[in-house]
């Protein structure tokens, strides 16, 4: 595909239930971020992953939240025992490669809109 | 914090006027971008500047970037209906060895016709 996806667009879930969302990046782009918007606000930094590196998991607000990408490839947030606080639409971004200087655009997926009832 | 903060929050200006975005931010940056976001969406890359530039053009954007200061701004001429949007300025700053992007909030545009 031209950019990156994510699936599904849109998930309702009940308190307490796990959700599990997927990126797929870019090919060949070697970074992968997570981030989540609520109404209204910027975005929060969730987690990144560079090439082979253990990921930085610095943005992640509890240990309900976890991601892992396959194969330096394609990404699955997981949320365990969501609460309504987590919803927001999630947003994952790729970019060809984060160790240059001088920067990378990321480029963005159309999100996950995630509501929790 | 080392986010970028955007001023002001909302904007609306008619159709030809030019809307000028700012942003602050604490640390030293890598680099600076500006991102539109429409309808609560998928972000789109507009522009970057390096922290030795101090001025950069794409066709009718035009942004800054005064270090000293810790601030840029986004000039957007001769705005139109459809540059109606929220603008988000990304400030990149190095970090385990590679680079990692804060957002600010955003500024709201809206372009009446």
């Known amino acids: 595909g031209a950019g990156v996806s994510q699936s599904p667009s849109n998930k309702v879930t009940e308190k307490g239930k796990d959700v599990e969302l997927r990126c797929d990046p870019i090919?060949?782009?070697?970074?992968l971020y997570w981030y989540r918007q609520s109404l209204g606000q910027g975005l929060e930094f969730l987690i990144y992953?560079?090439?082979?590196?253990?990921?930085?998991k610095s943005g992640l607000p509890s240990d309900r939240f976890s991601a892992e990408r396959t194969g330096g490839s394609v990404s699955t947030l997981t949320i365990q025992r969501t609460q309504q606080e987590d919803s927001a639409v999630y947003l994952c971004?790729?970019?060809?490669?984060?160790?240059?200087?001088?920067?990378?655009?990321?480029?963005f997926g159309p999100g996950t809109r995630l509501t929790v009832l | 914090s080392q986010q970028g903060e955007e001023d002001p929050q909302a904007l609306s200006i008619q159709e030809g006027e030019n809307a000028t975005m700012n942003c602050s931010y604490k640390?030293?940056?890598?680099?600076l971008q500006w991102y539109r976001q429409n309808s609560g969406r998928g972000l789109v890359h507009l522009i970057l500047?390096?922290?030795?530039?101090r001025e950069k053009h794409s066709g009718r954007l035009r942004v800054t970037l005064d270090t000293s200061k810790k601030s840029s701004s986004l000039l957007i001429t001769a705005s139109r209906a459809a540059d109606t949007a929220s603008y988000f300025c990304?400030?990149?700053?190095?970090?385990?060895?590679?680079?990692?992007?804060?957002f600010g909030k955003g500024t709201k545009l809206t372009v009446n016709p």
């Open positions: 640390t030293s940056i890598n680099n």
């Open positions: 992953f560079q090439g082979n590196s253990a990921p930085d």
């Open positions: 990304a400030t990149a700053f190095p970090q385990g060895g590679s680079e990692k992007l804060v």
């Open positions: 971004a790729s970019s060809f490669n984060n160790q240059v200087r001088g920067g990378n655009e990321q480029f």
């Open positions: 500047i390096r922290s030795n530039e």
């Open positions: 090919s060949g782009h070697t970074a």
